[in-house]
């Protein structure tokens, strides 16, 4: 069994920053790639962050300079920084990690069970 547990989304005003974070719990032998994903209401779900293995990162358009990612490894755990948050970020968050249970295994996508940010005034 693999868990993803989010924490840090809140209630923020604009300009103002959060710092999400999660961690991955169970049966692992390896994680590759991390990220971040939201949902706001009436639209798909969209890449917000990714972290590789080795640190690599690339982010939507609409956050480059705003947020950063990091992770970890120690800890099995990724965070996201939030800074300069905007209305259009009020979304919900999803962690999203590729996890190897076993060292023969398949890599699965695993999902946290996501965290509210709201950005208003």
């Known amino acids: 069994q693999v868990q993803l547990v989010e924490s840090g989304g809140g209630l923020v005003r604009p300009g103002d920053s959060l710092r999400l974070s999660c961690a991955a719990s169970?049966?692992?032998?390896?994680?590759?790639?991390m990220g971040w994903y939201r949902q706001a209401p009436g639209k798909q779900r969209e890449l917000v962050a990714r972290?590789?293995?080795?640190?690599?990162?690339n982010y939507a358009d609409s956050v480059k300079g705003r947020f950063t990612i990091s992770r970890d490894n120690a800890k099995n755990t990724v965070y996201l920084q939030m800074n300069s948050l905007k209305p259009e970020d009020t979304a919900v968050y999803y962690c999203?990690?590729?996890?190897?249970?076993?060292?023969?295994?398949?890599?699965?996508?695993?999902w946290g069970q996501g965290t509210q940010v709201t950005v208003s005034s």
């Open positions: 169970g049966s692992i032998f390896s994680i590759n790639a």
């Open positions: 999203n990690a590729a996890i190897r249970r076993t060292s023969w295994g398949s890599e699965y996508n695993y």
């Open positions: 972290i590789s293995s080795g640190g690599s990162t």
